[in-house]
């Protein structure tokens, strides 16, 4: 009977240090096990690019002792991210400070949308093939402005603070109605092709740098000079539900992150050549290592001048909540002290 009870003992024994295990395992996997990012067209979407096809996400969840799968989709525009994020059916989105502070602004009630993190700084450049066009006072009714999404893209933002500064207060929406929504490259495609009705494009690298190259096309507006210095202009965010449901999922997406950054820095060249293959970008590894060597844009996590945009939607109804600080509107990075994000 004594070994009996020995054995009981031992049986209950591993019967406990098996339900340990499996509650382990239970809680270890009740983070998402597949993680579903999205982003858009342009190099400034490079270090999202690199994330993919280096595969840096899933080194990092297995350095932390878990595994993930990846879903990478692609959008035209931050509405449409926005409207992912709401649904539910999108983890990670990723855009411009626009489509962005949109949502933060009605999410904070709710689902409470935040910043993860910020990807670049990189100015802006309104390009027009009207020859008779040199400022954007010049814009005529027969002039069509191709940009991301009216009145909520970054683009649209910058136009509008950049028509009340040429046209005088209350003026901001002069020229929105000029403004088409189309994705970056076929935006590109219809001005270039002269064939159609846009004469403009609102665009970002590297198909506004692209597009100088032909010599019908000219600058008329650089949203470094409408903010006064750089400022973000891509950044990813993702609900709080999701945030506090899969804190090791974000913390690593952080890190997988940063290495895509490390890896934009210490080889441009490589990781120029990488976002070619990937996207099948027409052009060549000297035309694009020069755009992610150009020193106007920086490749951070560190959010600049986004109170700017967001004291003007603000100021016109865009947007009722308000913020004291940039960190407001990023949730704290993962590892680090609370309220002090990465780089910021």
Avoid: C
């Amino acid at each position: 009977m004594r070994v009996q009870g020995r054995t009981r003992r031992g049986l209950l024994r591993l019967l406990g240090a098996a339900a340990l295990v499996t509650a382990g395992t239970a809680a270890a996997q009740a983070e998402v096990t597949t993680v579903r990012l999205a982003k858009q067209f342009g190099i400034s979407y490079l270090p999202l690019t690199l994330m993919e096809t280096e595969q840096l996400l899933e080194k990092q969840a297995k350095q932390r002792g878990f595994e993930v799968k990846t879903e990478w989709l692609r959008f035209t525009g931050g509405s449409g991210m926005n409207d992912a994020v709401l649904s539910g059916g999108l983890d990670f989105a990723s855009g411009g400070v626009g489509p962005f502070l949109t949502i933060w602004g009605r999410t904070q009630g709710n689902i409470k949308v935040k910043g993860v993190a910020a990807l670049n700084a990189m100015p802006l450049w309104l390009v027009t093939v009207n020859p008779e066009v040199k400022a954007i006072k010049d814009f005529g009714p027969k002039d069509k402005i191709a940009l991301p999404t009216v009145k909520t893209s970054i683009q649209a933002l910058t136009l509008q603070m950049a028509a009340e500064k040429a046209f005088g207060e209350g003026q901001q929406h002069k020229l929105d109605a000029l403004t088409v929504s189309m994705g970056h490259p076929d935006a590109q495609t219809a001005m270039m092709g002269g064939r159609s009705e846009i004469t403009a494009h609102f665009g970002s690298p590297p198909f506004q740098e692209l597009e100088l190259k032909d010599p019908r096309a000219r600058k008329v507006l650089d949203s470094y000079d409408v903010m006064g210095g750089p400022h973000t202009f891509n950044l990813v965010w993702a609900s709080g539900r999701f945030v506090d449901a899969n804190p090791k999922v974000t913390a690593a997406f952080v890190a997988a992150l940063e290495d895509s950054l490390k890896l934009i820095r210490d080889d441009p060249a490589r990781a120029a050549a990488l976002w070619i293959k990937a996207e099948g970008a027409k052009m060549s590894q000297e035309e694009a290592e020069a755009i992610v060597r150009a020193p106007q844009n920086e490749w951070t996590t560190a959010p600049k001048r986004m109170l700017e945009y967001l004291a003007y939607m603000n100021r016109v109804g865009l947007v009722s909540a308000k913020a004291a600080t940039e960190n407001e509107l990023f949730f704290p990075v993962p590892g680090k002290e609370a309220g002090k994000g990465a780089g910021r």
